[in-house]
């Protein structure tokens, strides 16, 4: 069981956050493979920001621009150039700096690196990675969007959310290895939190272990295990969902929290299992609620699952609004602790 | 100019590029008349008229160079060695075919001879070829990545970015545009305030060059150049070729948005009776020896749709596979 890490190697071992610990993997599989090499905005340049949030830095000092590859402001190109250089044999991690600009790059995406391998008759691999950061935090409409629901609905291509340290550098490191496009989606909030009152307190540092590990694609991790209702949720909302989950706890509610991880391909295994023990079900995620991703959870529950439910399946999600830019109107519209909690006891009138 | 070069690559050369001309521009008939036997599904974007320009440019790539091509791709499929056997098959939608059916008319290509899945979004093959041009860098590969593309494109965002971004890298890449002065049924001048696509390419500090798409010798000899060049280091170059496409945009197309003595005059043209007088007048060559070609480019389109007609279709499973790796 992967996720059950052991509590006394947590409380002695290193401990990383996840900006560090995506550092850490994306170097090792430098390391490991010639062929993997790094391409975007802002990423190389001496005296830059190592990235949008830093995620890179040092890195040109030891792997060189030949294999940190700074593009210009041109989305497109840096989606279509991990594309082709992909089918040339080549593993890029691409970066976008925010998930909002994906936007820019949606042909290259959904039309070219998702399609062409099955265009080919299978004859051609596109093994690239595209990281992208979502989430609200004060920068208004279009550099907090959370779109990773619209990946999902591509055959072809594999959507990840890391939520932790441990586990955002052990999947990255099977994406590198995947031989399709995988997109990783990052919340900024939760790269460098060691407490900062910004990211709600929280202190996401995790145990990374120094020896190497995979977290294999696919695979949803039960974070705290419970038999009342299944909580399923990413980024910030797993988060706030495990705060939930502890204070329900006092009230004799005992919630199963878990992060699915990979969005598509969805380990339904681990969800129905869990939602067959709980017969309740609580989706949480800062996409907006109309086609997110907790449509489709929901929906694959209800056709596997309807006859284990003793309530309604519940979604807590952005509202279906353009993200303002004032924090006080961006707390009334993202899932926060009061909504998650309001939502979970209503299944229990 | 081209008579010199015509003398300068010898007969061998000029004899297979005919031969070239004649294969791209009699498959594409074959398969116009097949499709009308209602023996082809789907629609039909075709290369007559342009061949000059696949042929001209793909004679100096080898297999392990690559190329990107367009929804017009199947004279590019021919010209960089696709069979005609597993092209048509792809056309006929059977399981033999160069991509199992899943590609079709307008994603011809086959990743065994150095072609990509061609790509049938307008300047999609822009920024895609960015990435085998830092590939093939990275690797000091020395091979080359030639991108075809048409007038249309380069009113897309993706030109632009790829055009720069290959610049600036030194990319090993051939940006070929097939000027055929219509995009669907639109003049390029009635979307674009200049004439010469070439001239874009300074914008970005690119060296090109405006070459007569309708002479396969000239088109040739500039892809030589430029390819030299681009394989040398010396980063991207851009060729536009003046053409024509002598049907519709696709198979529906009645092509009302142009008269029929603008057709004449590019038919006048025509690169194969161009490279044709000069063999015959070379004296090397009799009309016999040219109708010997067609002979022989007739019996291996018909070996060709016998194979097509005579695959198996793919299997309902092949639907839902190759989506992953």
């Excluded at chain 1, 700096?97 to 995406?109: I, K, N």
């Excluded at chain 1, 509610?253 to 017969?279: H, M, R, W, Y």
């Amino acid at each position: 069981m992967t996720q059950m890490i052991d509590e006394q190697q947590v409380a002695t071992q290193r401990k990383l956050t996840i900006a560090e610990a995506l550092r850490e993997g994306i170097a090792e599989e430098m390391r490991r493979d010639e062929s993997v090499f790094l391409i975007g905005e802002d990423i190389g340049i001496e005296g830059g920001f190592g990235g949008a949030f830093g995620v890179y830095l040092g890195l040109t000092d030891e792997f060189g621009h030949d294999r940190i590859v700074d593009t210009p402001i041109s989305e497109k190109v840096i989606a279509g150039a991990a594309t082709g250089a992909a089918m040339m044999g080549m593993r890029p991690i691409a970066d976008m700096q925010y998930a909002d600009f994906l936007f820019e790059c949606m042909d290259e995406l959904v039309n070219q690196a998702a399609k062409m391998r099955y265009m080919s008759g299978g004859k051609v691999r596109v093994p690239m990675v595209m990281r992208a950061p979502v989430g609200a935090t004060a920068r208004g409409a279009q550099h907090g969007q959370c779109p990773e629901s619209y990946f999902i609905h591509v055959p072809g291509l594999k959507v990840v959310c890391v939520s932790d340290a441990y586990h955002a550098k052990g999947i990255l490191k099977s994406a590198v290895r995947d031989d399709n496009p995988v997109l990783i989606f990052e919340h900024k909030l939760l790269y460098g939190s060691k407490g900062r009152a910004s990211a709600g307190g929280l202190d996401l540092t995790a145990y990374v272990p120094e020896e190497e590990y995979l977290f294999p694609i696919g695979k949803a991790v039960i974070k705290r295990e419970g038999r009342d209702v299944t909580i399923v949720a990413t980024h910030i909302s797993l988060y706030r969902s495990m705060q939930v989950a502890t204070e329900l706890a006092q009230a004799g509610i005992e919630c199963e929290v878990i992060d699915p991880i990979t969005l598509n391909p969805f380990d339904k295994e681990t969800l129905f299992a869990s939602v067959q023990k709980t017969g309740r079900l609580v989706i949480v995620h800062e996409d907006t609620l109309t086609g997110g991703w907790g449509a489709e959870v929901a929906a694959l529950v209800a056709e596997h699952c309807l006859f284990y439910l003793e309530a309604p399946i519940k979604r807590v999600a952005t509202f279906d609004t353009v993200l303002p830019a004032a924090p006080s109107l961006e707390q009334v519209v993202v899932p926060t602790v009061e909504r998650i909690k309001a939502t979970i006891l209503s299944l229990f009138d | 100019m081209t008579t010199e070069y015509f003398n300068d690559i010898g007969l061998e050369k000029n004899l297979h590029l005919y031969k070239q001309l004649v294969l791209l521009r009699r498959f594409e008939e074959r398969v116009y008349f097949q499709y009308m036997q209602g023996e082809i599904p789907g629609t039909l974007h075709q290369y007559h008229g342009q061949e000059a320009v696949a042929v001209g440019v793909c004679d100096h790539l080898s297999k392990t160079d690559w190329i990107t091509s367009t929804h017009r791709p199947h004279g590019h499929a021919l010209a960089k060695g696709v069979s005609p056997r597993a092209a048509m098959a792809e056309l006929y939608a059977k399981a033999t075919g160069c991509c199992k059916a899943k590609g079709g008319s307008m994603h011809l290509g086959d990743p065994e001879v150095g072609m990509l899945p061609a790509i049938a979004i307008v300047g999609g093959g822009n920024t895609i070829v960015t990435g085998l041009g830092l590939a093939f860098k990275m690797r000091r590969s020395e091979q080359v990545a030639v991108c075809f593309f048409g007038d249309g494109a380069t009113n897309e965002g993706a030109f632009h970015e790829g055009l720069n971004f290959a610049a600036v890298q030194k990319m090993p890449i051939v940006f070929v545009c097939e000027n055929n002065l219509y995009g669907a049924s639109t003049p390029y001048h009635a979307v674009s305030p200049i004439t010469d696509v070439a001239d874009r390419a300074c914008a970005y500090g690119v060296p090109a060059q405006i070459v007569d798409g309708m002479d396969v010798l000239a088109v040739h000899q500039a892809a030589q150049e430029a390819i030299a060049s681009a394989r040398g280091g010396s980063g991207p170059v851009l060729l536009e070729c003046k053409t024509y496409r002598y049907i519709g945009h696709s198979r529906s197309d009645a092509r009302h948005y142009r008269t029929r003595e603008e057709e004449a005059a590019w038919a006048a043209k025509d690169p194969i009776p161009r490279l044709g007088n000069m063999l015959i007048e070379s004296r090397q060559v009799s009309q016999s020896d040219l109708d010997a070609i067609e002979h022989e480019i007739e019996s291996v389109l018909d070996d060709a749709v016998e194979f097509a007609r005579n695959s198996p279709e793919p299997t309902p499973e092949q639907a839902v596979m190759d989506i992953f790796a």
